[in-house]
């Protein structure tokens, strides 16, 4: 689990919808900057 977010937390209201739809967002930027530097790095190191 990327953010530790329990079952308990999300049944309580917690961490509501809003607040997953940013930690999402923030993986799929992560994980696109990831490949940009791997693709540059795969470009760039000979």
Same mark, same amino acid.
């Given at each position: 689990?990327?953010?530790?977010?329990?079952?308990? #937390?999300? &049944?309580?209201?917690?961490? #509501?919808?809003? /607040?997953?739809?940013?930690?999402? &967002?923030?993986? #799929?930027? /992560?994980? &696109? @900057?990831?490949?940009?530097? &791997?693709?540059?790095?795969?470009? @760039?190191?000979?």
């Amino acid at each position: 689990m990327a953010f530790g977010i329990s079952q308990k #937390d999300l &049944d309580s209201g917690a961490v #509501d919808l809003c /607040r997953i739809a940013l930690l999402n &967002d923030y993986l #799929d930027m /992560r994980e &696109d @900057n990831e490949s940009r530097v &791997d693709k540059w790095r795969a470009a @760039n190191e000979r």
